[in-house]
């Protein structure tokens, strides 16, 4: 299994609109294609203003192939367009990790 675990940082004040564009535009293609997320969460306390998105794959090729169907889905450009124009995201950070064998990660 091979895990996406990805880390956005969203200016100041702008949390909930961001999260709004995704739930309205982003979050059904995303599911469509990926499938439902291990988890999709945002800070209430610590470092502020920070998104946590974990998607799991069964491997890199599966990941691979799940993503370039959607990145070539009209409807995830929309979202990325309205994501882009909104400007909310400062920063990104992508690690794909291997769950330890004492602790699977449950589908």
């Known amino acids: 299994m091979l895990i996406d675990h990805r880390t956005y940082r969203i200016k100041p004040g702008a949390m ?6 995704y739930e309205q535009y ?5 599911t469509r294609h990926l499938g439902k ?9 610590g470092e502020l203003n920070t998104i946590v ?10 990941r691979e192939q799940k993503r370039a169907a959607m990145a070539a889905d009209p409807e995830w450009q929309t979202y990325l367009k309205k994501n882009r124009e ?22």
């Open 37 to 45: 997320p291990v988890a999709y969460m945002f800070t209430e306390s």
């Open 86 to 107: 909104a400007g909310y995201l400062e920063h990104q950070v992508t690690k794909l990790m291997i769950p330890a064998k004492f602790a699977p990660i449950i589908r």
């Open 26 to 30: 982003g979050f059904a293609v995303q």
């Open 53 to 62: 998105h974990v998607w799991a794959y069964d491997n890199a090729g599966d």
């Open 16 to 21: 909930q609109a961001h999260l709004d564009i």
